[in-house]
């Protein structure tokens, strides 16, 4: 695909098929993921590939089971009506459409300092970082024709799925990424319309 079909594709998808990710289109993906620009030339960053279901299913341990509780939380929050058929569309799915995919993504970074009370903004520069090298995933995974989803983890559940995959000190995993063919009856959310004209400032805000 031309890259700005890529970018007008990517959607979150989260109804997968049974179809399994070739490992061909998952190395071209995770090699796209690593030509991401990072903070200093240090790519700090390791990538845990779950496609076992044991493994899948004992990373998801506290998703599994947190999964109802975050839907009950969501219920009271005023939303419009774009962010309403969104949640209606993803809360029920956080476990699932993980679980489901049967390529689990689970991306790591050196964290140095405190994350939730840096002493500057560069003190987030890993966290930035793996950011973009987890955009380039999204965009490698359109471009193969796949689809994906992220959650991100919920109070300590990354703290959890670290010492399951054996992460060493001083990793933090920012995200879980599923990876997958689309379902035939996958629901691709609506993005809701933006006028550019109201969001890019020239010269001055």
């Given at each position: ?91 029920p799915k956080q476990y699932r459409m993980l679980s489901q995919s049967g390529c689990l993504l689970l991306p ?16 987030l520069n890993g966290f930035a970082s793996i950011w973009c090298c987890i955009e380039h995933i999204l965009l ?66």
């Open positions: 695909m031309d890259f700005y079909e890529v970018v007008n594709n990517r959607r979150t998808v989260r109804d997968f098929s049974q179809k399994q990710v070739p490992e061909d289109s998952l190395s071209r993906i995770l090699q796209a993921a690593f030509k991401a620009p990072t903070n200093d030339h240090l790519r700090q960053w390791e990538i845990v590939v779950l496609q076992e279901r044991e493994s899948i299913e004992n990373a998801l341990e506290q998703v599994r089971e947190k999964a109802g509780l975050q839907q009950n939380a969501l219920a009271s929050r005023p939303l419009d009506d774009f962010q309403r058929r969104m949640y209606a569309d993803a809360v790591f970074y050196r964290q140095n300092g405190d994350l939730l009370h840096p002493v500057a903004l560069q003190s490698a995974a359109a471009a193969e024709g796949l689809g994906c989803a992220i959650r991100i983890p919920v109070g300590e559940e990354w703290k959890f799925v670290a010492r399951q995959v054996g992460a060493p000190e001083g990793y933090v995993m920012p995200c879980y990424i599923a990876v997958g063919y689309p379902a035939e009856d996958a629901i691709r959310p609506a993005q809701e319309p933006l006028e550019l004209v109201r969001k890019i400032h020239k010269e001055k805000w």
